[in-house]
């Protein structure tokens, strides 16, 4: 040991007391430096990532351990995502081997972990450690930043490997009516019933103090023209009457259902407002318009045309100068049935003949198209920091 040596060669220049101290700091620069192993460590602090494959680390023994299927292992409380998720309803010919649960017993034999940001709480911890081959998912269908703290940072740092959010760039985008597989009404399908006594407008809220101030540009257009409002901000009705039977506003909005879809379907527009204006993000407020057979009035992404089903099938609140210009051409067609139906043209058209973007929609179910990838063999994974992530600053967003 060269440092050892060089003070052996000082021996006889010092004293017995400086000879020790010298000793304990050779003994010290050895421990530290001289037995490190070769190749570049992992990661410093509470998530460690291990040299170990997913099949290694799991015992053959195990009665429910698949060596064949691939486990997606929820971490923390997920809005979106169901453990109920059937594998077997994945296209023909796609790998249907997966396995969904919440179940951190799985961790060891997990070949992907989702972590969605705006449950994640700092006291909860990270997967204590993992393989390498483990993909680590960043999730976040919300359009504000990401909710990380510095104290949240500290036990995820720089360790996911995929993204899954609204964002078109994303690893694996998920659209907000993934989990209902309803994009819109089928091709060919009859536009519903529009009774001539309610409101022709429909709008349904629980943030009432959103960043692109979307109240009070309700609040403008309830000068000029009648909307049914439902939810928690400016709430204006309870139900509906309709040819003598009562309707009430179903309580899960987020879940396009039969009977949200019958519900808005009784209004001729409804305000797909979102809560904030940025790029691709597109709520259940918008695909429940469509699906309900509802033009969509939007307020919100800037590139929304590429989710339209084609040209002429929504109105843009970008497109009016005032909330009164836009209610006076929203009771325009309430009235105008010729000009009103034009809006919804684009149903009769052929596949084909739809916006490509709207097409690209038309796709497998977001755990579907995950499952797949996760049996392709993966050769380089990326590592993402947390400024690339999900920061939702202008101009991504107004």
């Known amino acids: 040991m060269p440092v050892l040596n060089a003070i052996l060669k000082l021996s006889k220049k010092v004293t017995k007391q400086q000879i020790v101290v010298l000793l304990g700091i050779a003994i010290l620069l050895h421990l530290s430096f001289g037995t490190s ?9 509470p998530y460690r990532v291990l ?9 053959s023994s195990s009665e429910n351990f698949n060596r064949n299927r691939k486990t997606i292992l929820l971490w923390n409380e997920n809005w979106t995502l169901n453990v109920s998720f059937d594998f077997s309803s994945c296209p023909a ?17 997990a070949s992907a972990i989702i972590v969605q940001d705006h449950t994640m709480d700092p006291i909860l911890p990270a997967p204590p450690s993992r393989c390498r081959d483990q993909l680590l998912v960043y999730m976040n269908l919300e359009s504000f930043s990401p909710t990380f703290s510095p104290d949240t940072h500290r036990q995820y740092p720089f360790n996911f490997n995929w993204t899954l959010t609204f964002r078109q760039e994303s690893d694996m985008q998920m659209l907000y009516s993934e989990e209902t597989e309803v994009v819109a009404l089928p091709l060919g399908g009859e536009v519903p019933y529009k009774p001539a006594h309610i409101a022709p407008a429909i ?12 109240t009070g540009y ?5 000068r000029y023209m009648p909307i049914d409002i439902y939810g928690t901000c400016r709430k204006n009705r309870e139900s509906i009457l309709v040819d003598g039977e009562l309707y009430v506003m179903p309580d899960r909005l987020q879940h396009i259902s039969e009977q949200t879809k019958r519900f808005f379907g009784f209004y001729k527009f409804a305000l797909a407002f979102e809560n904030r204006n940025c790029r691709d993000y597109v709520t259940e407020k918008y695909w429940r318009a469509l699906a309900g057979g509802v033009v969509p009035v939007v307020l919100g992404a800037n590139n929304i045309e590429d989710f339209a089903p084609a040209p002429h099938s929504i109105i843009k609140v970008s497109d009016f100068p005032s909330p009164r210009k836009l209610a006076e051409y929203l009771i325009y067609l309430s009235v105008n049935n010729t ?31 995950m499952c797949e990838r996760l049996h ?3 050769e380089e994974y990326r590592w993402y920091n947390d400024e690339e992530l999900f920061h939702m600053e202008p101009p991504y967003c107004d």
Not at 218 to 222: N, S
Not at 344 to 366: E, G, I, M, V
């Open 37 to 45: 192993p070769s190749g570049p460590k992992a990661y410093n602090g």
């Open 376 to 378: 392709e063999e993966i």
């Open 51 to 59: 040299p170990c494959s997913v099949s290694s680390s799991s015992s």
């Open 218 to 222: 309700v609040d403008e257009l309830l």
């Open 339 to 369: 000009a009103y139906m034009e809006y919804h043209a684009w149903r009769k058209l052929p596949f084909s003949q739809l916006n490509p973007s709207y097409r690209k929609l038309f796709r497998p179910h977001l755990l579907c198209r």
């Open 93 to 109: 010919g796609a790998s249907r081997e997966c396995l969904l649960t919440n179940d951190r017993a799985s961790l060891s034999h």
């Open 203 to 214: 709008w349904a809220a629980t943030n009432c103090n959103p960043a692109n101030n979307r």
